[in-house]
Nanobody, 122 residues
Framework: VQLQASGGGLVQAGGSLRLSCAAS????????MGWFRQGPGKEREFVAA????????TYADSVKGRFTISRDNAKNTVYLQMNSLRPEDTAVYSC????????????????WGQGTQVTVSS
């Protein structure tokens, strides 16, 4: 599975961005999908995940109520709507497929895409 994230950019605090992760090579309907981020000097951290059919989602506490993960299996794409952005959301955001509905990068996450940079200015 090849994953390509897009939609990042520079935005002011309080603004919004919508990230997309387009998959090729295999249908993502077979996988749980997750978004992770890595800020400067920080370790990769979980952001959000969604089950295969989209019926269940989970979020990091830091983004709960501000970010929404969704998927369109017909388009083989997963999305991350980010609202009320804060400077601490600045990071490279990456998507990944998983065989498990997990918040841990090493727990079932098997294919990773190149990330997209999100920069939030204060």
């Amino acid at each position: 599975v090849q994953l390509q994230a897009s939609g990042g950019g520079l935005v002011q605090a309080g603004g919004s961005l919508r990230l997309s992760c387009a998959a090729s090579g295999r249908a993502i309907s077979s996988y749980v999908m997750g978004w992770f981020r890595q800020g400067p000097g920080k370790e990769r951290e979980f952001v959000a995940a969604i089950t295969r059919g989209g019926g269940s989602t989970t979020y990091a506490d830091s983004v709960k109520g501000r970010f929404t993960i969704s998927r369109d299996n017909a388009k083989n794409t997963v999305y991350l709507q980010m609202n009320s952005l804060r400077p601490e959301d600045t990071a490279v955001y990456s998507c990944a497929t998983s065989t498990r509905f997990s918040t841990v990068p090493g727990d079932g996450y098997n294919y990773w895409g190149q990330g997209t940079q999100v920069t939030v200015s204060s």
